[in-house]
C-alpha cells in the first residue's frame, strides 16, 4: 500500500502550527548533520517547475497575484525534502537520528532529535524574511497529485493562498525505496524590502512574445526594459500589464524600475521564448 502524508507550518511574527505529529521509520541516517543548509543536485526539475507553475493557476485563478520563485527558499526546500526521505522523518524542523535499536521482538526502535527549526532552517538562506510558510508532503507521484491534494487540506490550502506572500521555492526528493518513496516541500516567503517582477505566472517557458507581468508593491512611477536594451520614459505604476518581449529566441529578461518619494528599486524576472520573429528569418 502506498503511504502518503501532508503537512503545513505558517509562520507570522514567529508563530508557528502544524497538522501531523512525527513520524519515524528505519532508513540509514542523513549523510547531513545539525542545522546547515547543503546546497543539492536537482532530483526532478521539471517536478519541482510544474508544483510552482500549478500553485500560480491556482492563486491567479482566485484574484491572487502569482509567486516568484526564489533561488533561496529552493535551496531550503530542497534540502529539507532530501533530508526527510533519507533520514525517513516527516517534520517541518529537521531532525536527526540519535539512536536505533533493534528490540528482542525484531522490532526497531528509533529515536530522533530536533537539531532546527523550520524558521531557522530556511533562514539560513533565505535572509531578510518576514513571511514564511511551508508546505510538505510525502508519497504523492507527481506534482498534480501532491498539489491537489494539498488544495485539499484547508492549512496546506491557506499556505497557497497566502495574500502576504511574495516568494515560493520548491523542493523535490526520492529515498530510493524507502519508506516515503518521494517527499515534496514548498516554501512560501516575504522579503520586506524585496518586490518581484513575475513573467507568465513563472512559467519556465512561452512561445508568445506577447506576456503577462505582475509587479508588487504600491509605488508612484515604472519604467521598464527588456533585457540590456533602453529604459521607457517613467510611467504610472501598474501592478499588472501585458508586455512584449524581444522577439528572438532564447532567455529574455524583462526589468522594471520603481519609485516612489525616496523609495527607488529595480527588480527583475527571465522566461525562455521558444520562437523569432518569422519576420527576421534569414536577414543579414
Not at 202 to 221: F, L, N
Not at 239 to 266: I, Y
Request: with cysteine; net charge neutral.
Amino acid at each position: 500500500m502506498r503511504r502518503s502524508f501532508l503537512a503545513a507550518a505558517v509562520i507570522i511574527f514567529m508563530a508557528v502550527a502544524w497538522d501531523v505529529p512525527v513520524i519515524h521509520a528505519q532508513n540509514q541516517p542523513s549523510p547531513f548533520t545539525g542545522c546547515k543548509v547543503v546546497p543539492l543536485p536537482l532530483v526532478n526539475a521539471a517536478f519541482e517547475q510544474r508544483v510552482v507553475e500549478l500553485t500560480n493557476d491556482h492563486r491567479v485563478s482566485i484574484g491572487l497575484p502569482p509567486l516568484k520563485r526564489a533561488a533561496p527558499l529552493d535551496e531550503a526546500a530542497r534540502f529539507h525534502a532530501y533530508d526527510m526521505a533519507t533520514e525517513e522523518y516527516f517534520d517541518h524542523d529537521s531532525l536527526d537520528m540519535i539512536e536505533r535499536v533493534t528490540e528482542e521482538s525484531g522490532t526497531v526502535k528509533t529515536t530522533f532529535n530536533v537539531v532546527c527549526s523550520m524558521a531557522k532552517r530556511v533562514g539560513q538562506s533565505y535572509k531578510g524574511w518576514s513571511r514564511l510558510g511551508e508546505n510538505i508532503a510525502a508519497g504523492q507521484e507527481s506534482p498534480e497529485q501532491v498539489v491537489q491534494r494539498w488544495l485539499e487540506s484547508p492549512g496546506h490550502r491557506a499556505n497557497i493562498e497566502g495574500k502576504d506572500f511574495r516568494e515560493i521555492g520548491v523542493g523535490f526528493a526520492t529515498s530510493g525505496g524507502g519508506f516515503f518513496p518521494t517527499c515534496w516541500v514548498q516554501n512560501f516567503g516575504t522579503r520586506s524590502r524585496i518586490h518581484p517582477l513575475v513573467i507568465n505566472r513563472e512559467y519556465a517557458q512561452t512561445d508568445s512574445p506577447e506576456v503577462e507581468v505582475y509587479v508588487y508593491g504600491r509605488w508612484t512611477q515604472m519604467r521598464l526594459r527588456n533585457d540590456n536594451g533602453a529604459w521607457t520614459a517613467w510611467q504610472k505604476f501598474q501592478n499588472s500589464f501585458r508586455w512584449r518581449l524581444d522577439w528572438a529566441a532564447g532567455e529574455r529578461q524583462v526589468c522594471a524600475e520603481l519609485r516612489s518619494g525616496g523609495r527607488r528599486e529595480v527588480t527583475c524576472d527571465s522566461i525562455v521564448l521558444t520562437t523569432s520573429d518569422p519576420g527576421l528569418s534569414g536577414a543579414s
